[in-house]
Protein backbone atom coordinates (compact mmCIF):
# COMPACT_ATOMS: atom_id res chain seq x y z
CA UNK A 1 0.00 0.00 0.00
CA UNK A 2 2.61 2.54 0.53
CA UNK A 3 4.60 1.40 -2.23
CA UNK A 4 1.55 2.57 -4.45
CA UNK A 5 1.25 5.54 -2.28
CA UNK A 6 4.99 6.55 -3.46
CA UNK A 7 4.51 6.23 -6.49
CA UNK A 8 1.21 8.28 -6.90
CA UNK A 9 2.70 11.08 -5.58
CA UNK A 10 5.69 10.55 -8.00
CA UNK A 11 3.31 10.72 -11.19
CA UNK A 12 1.29 13.79 -9.22
CA UNK A 13 4.40 15.46 -8.66
CA UNK A 14 5.79 14.78 -12.50
CA UNK A 15 2.57 15.62 -14.19
CA UNK A 16 2.62 19.17 -11.92
CA UNK A 17 6.18 19.41 -13.38
CA UNK A 18 5.31 18.83 -16.75
CA UNK A 19 2.34 21.53 -16.50
CA UNK A 20 4.77 24.07 -15.24
CA UNK A 21 7.11 23.66 -17.66
CA UNK A 22 4.66 23.65 -20.54
CA UNK A 23 2.57 27.08 -19.08
CA UNK A 24 6.29 28.45 -18.91
CA UNK A 25 7.21 27.62 -22.78
CA UNK A 26 3.83 28.49 -23.68
CA UNK A 27 3.96 32.13 -21.68
CA UNK A 28 7.04 32.87 -23.14
CA UNK A 29 6.51 32.41 -26.67
CA UNK A 30 3.74 34.40 -26.28
CA UNK A 31 5.97 36.76 -25.41
CA UNK A 32 8.64 36.65 -27.95
CA UNK A 33 5.83 36.29 -30.42
CA UNK A 34 4.49 39.74 -28.94
CA UNK A 35 7.99 41.46 -29.24
CA UNK A 36 8.85 40.28 -32.82
CA UNK A 37 5.12 41.46 -34.18
CA UNK A 38 5.33 44.52 -31.79
CA UNK A 39 6.33 47.49 -34.95
CA UNK A 40 6.96 50.73 -35.70
CA UNK A 41 6.73 52.96 -38.27
CA UNK A 42 9.73 53.92 -39.82
CA UNK A 43 10.71 56.21 -42.84
CA UNK A 44 12.56 53.49 -45.68
CA UNK A 45 14.02 53.91 -49.10
CA UNK A 46 11.85 53.25 -52.16
CA UNK A 47 13.69 53.92 -54.55
CA UNK A 48 17.58 54.42 -55.06
CA UNK A 49 18.48 57.35 -53.59
CA UNK A 50 22.21 58.66 -55.07
CA UNK A 51 24.82 60.79 -53.30
CA UNK A 52 24.56 64.13 -52.58
CA UNK A 53 20.78 63.96 -53.20
CA UNK A 54 18.61 66.53 -50.96
CA UNK A 55 16.49 64.43 -48.13
CA UNK A 56 13.40 66.98 -49.74
CA UNK A 57 14.18 66.20 -53.36
CA UNK A 58 14.03 62.01 -52.74
CA UNK A 59 10.65 62.98 -50.66
CA UNK A 60 9.07 65.09 -53.52
CA UNK A 61 9.79 62.56 -55.75
CA UNK A 62 7.95 59.68 -53.91
CA UNK A 63 11.49 57.84 -52.88
CA UNK A 64 10.23 57.68 -49.06
CA UNK A 65 7.69 55.84 -47.32
CA UNK A 66 6.48 54.93 -43.55
CA UNK A 67 6.69 51.30 -43.24
CA UNK A 68 6.16 49.01 -40.18
CA UNK A 69 8.92 47.33 -38.45
CA UNK A 70 9.52 45.37 -35.59
CA UNK A 71 11.14 46.33 -32.79
CA UNK A 72 13.88 44.31 -32.50
CA UNK A 73 15.02 44.99 -36.20
CA UNK A 74 15.29 48.60 -35.65
CA UNK A 75 18.46 49.97 -36.64
CA UNK A 76 20.16 53.01 -34.64
CA UNK A 77 19.13 56.64 -36.07
CA UNK A 78 15.99 55.24 -37.09
CA UNK A 79 13.62 58.27 -38.56
CA UNK A 80 9.63 58.23 -38.05
CA UNK A 81 9.36 61.64 -39.07
CA UNK A 82 10.77 63.86 -42.01
CA UNK A 83 11.61 66.78 -39.63
CA UNK A 84 14.90 65.88 -37.94
CA UNK A 85 16.26 65.35 -41.77
CA UNK A 86 15.39 68.67 -43.78
CA UNK A 87 17.98 70.05 -45.45
CA UNK A 88 20.41 67.55 -45.48
CA UNK A 89 21.83 65.43 -48.53
CA UNK A 90 22.72 61.50 -48.92
CA UNK A 91 26.05 61.12 -47.33
CA UNK A 92 26.08 57.84 -49.73
CA UNK A 93 24.00 55.52 -52.01
CA UNK A 94 20.74 54.46 -50.42
CA UNK A 95 18.59 51.49 -51.73
CA UNK A 96 15.18 50.27 -51.76
CA UNK A 97 13.86 48.86 -48.61
CA UNK A 98 16.81 50.23 -46.26
CA UNK A 99 15.95 52.22 -43.27
CA UNK A 100 16.92 55.47 -43.44
CA UNK A 101 18.94 56.34 -40.87
CA UNK A 102 20.51 59.35 -39.36
CA UNK A 103 24.04 58.75 -40.03
CA UNK A 104 23.78 58.30 -43.75
CA UNK A 105 22.46 61.57 -44.15
CA UNK A 106 24.50 65.35 -43.46
CA UNK A 107 25.20 68.86 -44.51
CA UNK A 108 27.51 67.64 -47.79
CA UNK A 109 28.82 64.64 -49.80
CA UNK A 110 31.90 64.42 -50.51
CA UNK A 111 32.59 64.18 -54.13
CA UNK A 112 35.35 61.10 -54.98
CA UNK A 113 36.84 60.47 -57.89
CA UNK A 114 37.14 56.55 -59.14
CA UNK A 115 40.48 57.48 -60.91
CA UNK A 116 43.65 57.18 -59.39
CA UNK A 117 45.33 60.86 -60.14
CA UNK A 118 49.00 61.05 -58.62
CA UNK A 119 48.70 64.54 -56.54
CA UNK A 120 50.59 66.80 -58.55
CA UNK A 121 48.76 65.57 -61.77
CA UNK A 122 45.22 66.13 -63.80
CA UNK A 123 43.22 64.16 -65.99
CA UNK A 124 42.66 65.18 -69.50
CA UNK A 125 41.29 62.50 -72.06
CA UNK A 126 41.71 61.96 -75.92
CA UNK A 127 39.35 60.35 -78.60
CA UNK A 128 41.44 58.02 -80.58
CA UNK A 129 40.56 55.49 -83.46
CA UNK A 130 41.03 52.01 -83.07
CA UNK A 131 44.62 52.19 -84.59
CA UNK A 132 45.34 55.07 -82.57
CA UNK A 133 45.02 53.57 -79.47
CA UNK A 134 46.78 50.41 -80.86
CA UNK A 135 43.53 48.06 -81.76
CA UNK A 136 42.53 48.11 -78.01
CA UNK A 137 45.71 47.16 -76.45
CA UNK A 138 45.65 50.01 -74.44
CA UNK A 139 44.42 49.37 -70.98
CA UNK A 140 43.78 51.61 -67.27
CA UNK A 141 47.56 51.61 -65.92
CA UNK A 142 49.49 50.88 -69.24
CA UNK A 143 52.22 53.42 -70.39
CA UNK A 144 52.22 55.20 -73.48
CA UNK A 145 54.08 57.65 -76.04
CA UNK A 146 52.02 59.87 -77.66
CA UNK A 147 52.84 61.29 -81.42
CA UNK A 148 51.34 64.24 -83.27
CA UNK A 149 50.70 63.43 -87.09
CA UNK A 150 49.56 66.83 -88.52
CA UNK A 151 50.47 69.79 -91.44
CA UNK A 152 52.60 72.59 -90.98
CA UNK A 153 51.89 76.02 -91.27
CA UNK A 154 55.12 77.79 -91.29
CA UNK A 155 58.78 76.71 -92.32
CA UNK A 156 60.31 75.08 -88.59
CA UNK A 157 61.80 72.69 -87.47
CA UNK A 158 63.39 71.66 -90.68
CA UNK A 159 59.37 70.49 -92.31
CA UNK A 160 58.10 73.13 -94.90
CA UNK A 161 55.94 74.55 -94.46
CA UNK A 162 52.27 73.25 -95.98
CA UNK A 163 53.73 69.58 -95.70
CA UNK A 164 52.85 66.73 -93.26
CA UNK A 165 55.01 65.63 -90.45
CA UNK A 166 54.50 63.20 -87.43
CA UNK A 167 56.63 63.88 -84.00
CA UNK A 168 56.98 62.25 -81.00
CA UNK A 169 54.86 64.90 -78.21
CA UNK A 170 55.29 63.19 -74.87
CA UNK A 171 57.63 60.67 -74.29
CA UNK A 172 55.57 58.39 -71.77
CA UNK A 173 52.55 58.78 -70.03
CA UNK A 174 49.91 57.01 -67.90
CA UNK A 175 46.61 56.04 -68.93
CA UNK A 176 43.83 56.28 -66.32
CA UNK A 177 40.97 55.21 -68.20
CA UNK A 178 39.09 53.83 -70.96
CA UNK A 179 35.90 55.38 -72.03
CA UNK A 180 33.07 53.93 -74.17
CA UNK A 181 33.59 53.52 -78.03
CA UNK A 182 31.09 55.30 -80.49
CA UNK A 183 31.18 55.35 -84.59
CA UNK A 184 32.34 58.93 -85.73
CA UNK A 185 31.67 59.42 -89.46
CA UNK A 186 34.70 61.18 -91.42
CA UNK A 187 34.77 63.28 -94.86
CA UNK A 188 37.53 63.68 -97.02
CA UNK A 189 37.96 64.94 -100.40
CA UNK A 190 40.62 64.22 -102.94
CA UNK A 191 41.97 66.56 -105.52
CA UNK A 192 39.29 65.84 -108.50
CA UNK A 193 36.62 66.96 -105.64
CA UNK A 194 34.93 63.71 -104.61
CA UNK A 195 34.43 63.20 -101.08
CA UNK A 196 34.13 59.72 -99.56
CA UNK A 197 32.48 59.52 -96.01
CA UNK A 198 34.08 56.56 -93.75
CA UNK A 199 32.73 55.60 -90.05
CA UNK A 200 35.84 55.09 -87.60
CA UNK A 201 35.11 53.86 -83.96
CA UNK A 202 36.88 56.74 -81.57
CA UNK A 203 37.07 56.07 -77.91
CA UNK A 204 37.75 58.21 -75.15
CA UNK A 205 41.26 57.21 -73.21
CA UNK A 206 42.18 59.69 -70.14
CA UNK A 207 45.61 60.45 -69.27
CA UNK A 208 47.47 61.01 -66.27
CA UNK A 209 49.54 64.69 -67.33
CA UNK A 210 50.50 67.89 -65.56
CA UNK A 211 50.06 71.01 -66.64
CA UNK A 212 52.64 71.60 -69.29
CA UNK A 213 51.68 68.36 -70.96
CA UNK A 214 47.69 69.24 -71.01
CA UNK A 215 48.50 71.90 -72.56
CA UNK A 216 50.59 70.05 -75.15
CA UNK A 217 47.87 67.59 -75.74
CA UNK A 218 45.22 70.22 -76.09
CA UNK A 219 47.18 72.41 -78.14
CA UNK A 220 48.27 68.75 -80.35
CA UNK A 221 44.96 68.09 -80.99
CA UNK A 222 43.82 71.03 -82.98
CA UNK A 223 46.60 70.81 -85.15
CA UNK A 224 46.38 67.16 -86.37
CA UNK A 225 45.86 63.76 -85.33
CA UNK A 226 47.20 61.92 -81.84
CA UNK A 227 48.07 58.08 -81.64
CA UNK A 228 49.70 55.99 -78.67
CA UNK A 229 52.76 54.12 -79.00
CA UNK A 230 52.35 51.34 -75.85
CA UNK A 231 55.55 50.76 -74.18
CA UNK A 232 56.88 48.66 -71.73
CA UNK A 233 59.82 49.35 -68.90
CA UNK A 234 62.57 48.38 -71.27
CA UNK A 235 60.84 50.37 -74.40
CA UNK A 236 63.39 53.13 -75.26
CA UNK A 237 61.71 56.46 -76.39
CA UNK A 238 63.80 59.49 -76.62
CA UNK A 239 62.99 63.16 -77.99
CA UNK A 240 64.16 63.36 -81.86
CA UNK A 241 66.00 66.17 -83.56
CA UNK A 242 63.01 67.10 -86.07
CA UNK A 243 59.92 66.36 -87.13
CA UNK A 244 59.31 63.04 -89.43
CA UNK A 245 58.55 64.58 -93.05
CA UNK A 246 58.19 63.64 -96.73
CA UNK A 247 62.26 65.05 -97.26
CA UNK A 248 64.08 62.85 -94.69
CA UNK A 249 61.36 59.33 -94.49
CA UNK A 250 63.87 57.67 -96.61
CA UNK A 251 67.46 58.96 -95.25
Known amino acids: MDRRRILLVVAVLVAALGSALVFLYTKGAD ?53 SLSGTVSLGTIYPGEQIISAKWGTSAAVTSTLQIPDANMAVSVNLTDPSR ?17 TTETDTAGAVAGSGFSRLLLERVTVLGVGSTTPVSTTTTDESGASTTEQLPR ?10 QAEKILFAQSMGELAFGLLTDQSQVAPDSGPMTFENLFK
Open 203 to 212: TLLTLSVNQA
Open 134 to 150: VAGFVNPGSEVAIFLTG
Open 31 to 83: TRAEKRFDTVKVLEATAVIAPGETFEDAQAAGKLALEAVSKDALLDGYQTTAD
